[in-house]
């Protein structure tokens, strides 16, 4: 999505070799009509599926999700939670998952009524590193008899083979944009 990288060049900042801070319009600030766009380009590229619900994790991957909801029938937006609030008194699924951003381990939880066999689920997140917020939630999906008819990032960091790990497991993953590498604080698409 060339609007994508356009926008991750002007707003954009590298840090070090493997981490791309986007924070002015994707992951603290949300730029809504931007995030529009996206949702629109996840609709097109998914078009061909039928899908009755978006799964994605707390909290980034949420705003992502809710604009691409209209784009499938509003499909609901299902979110797994990092941790167990008071609230979540019911049975859930759960599956661990590792946060590269934060160097940290979750179990990321959904409660079982949210989750249904037989529903056509898209995963979405908002960025893509190793694969394992990603690979957690099909896992979650397969508890509950689910089916993940694709997965979709806003940002993939090809170098850290996340994209492939998802792809040689069989799963559908369309990437918005796809980083190649970071060198000398410039950030290189594939």
Do not use: W
């Amino acid at each position: 999505m060339k609007l994508l990288q356009e926008k991750i060049r002007s707003e954009g900042q590298a840090i070090g070799t493997e981490i791309v801070k986007v924070d002015s319009f994707l992951n603290h600030q949300i730029d809504v009509a931007f995030l529009n766009e996206v949702g629109k380009e996840f609709g097109r590229r998914f078009s061909d599926v039928e899908i009755d619900k978006i799964l994605t994790v707390e909290a980034s991957g949420i705003a992502v999700a809710c604009m691409t909801a209209p784009y499938f029938s509003y499909a609901p937006v299902v979110f797994a939670k990092k941790t167990v609030p008071n609230t979540m008194t019911e049975d859930f699924y759960g599956e661990e998952a590792r946060s590269f951003t934060k160097g940290t381990v979750s179990i990321i939880r959904v409660a079982k009524k949210y989750l249904s066999k037989g529903d056509r689920v898209l995963i979405l997140d908002d960025f893509l590193a190793h694969g394992e917020a990603s690979m957690a939630m099909a896992r979650l999906a397969e508890q509950a008899g689910a089916h993940v008819a694709g997965i979709g990032a806003v940002i993939e960091k090809g170098f850290q083979g996340g994209g492939k790990k998802l792809r040689d497991a069989g799963f559908r993953l369309e990437s918005l944009a796809v980083i190649d590498q970071i060198k000398d604080g410039e950030i290189v698409f594939l």
